[in-house]
């Protein structure tokens, strides 16, 4: 499968737990549910806050495309 794929899939699975957990049900197969990039569909070195792996978060944090972050030094 691509990544497209597997993000439309991750996508129906969320919707489906999150739709669940309102009505007060327990979600069928909750552990099969897991977090993946918004842009390149990478699930390992996923950064909550920021919605994204930590290989996107490098390179938008390097353009500064990411408000409030900027690149450390000591």
């Known amino acids: 499968m691509t990544?497209?794929?597997?993000l439309n899939s991750q996508?129906?699975?969320m919707t489906a737990y999150r739709k669940a957990k309102a009505e007060g049900r327990h979600p069928e197969m909750a552990?099969?549910?897991y977090n993946r990039c918004q842009l390149c569909g990478r699930r390992?070195?996923?950064m909550r806050f920021f919605g994204i792996c930590r290989?996107?978060?490098?390179e938008l944090a390097n353009k500064?495309?990411?408000?409030g972050v900027r690149k450390?030094?000591?």
């Open 3 to 6: 990544r497209r794929a597997l």
């Open 11 to 13: 996508k129906k699975r």
């Open 64 to 67: 500064g495309e990411i408000p």
């Open 31 to 33: 552990t099969r549910v």
């Open 44 to 46: 390992h070195g996923y």
């Open 55 to 58: 290989i996107c978060f490098r």
């Open 72 to 74: 450390s030094s000591w």
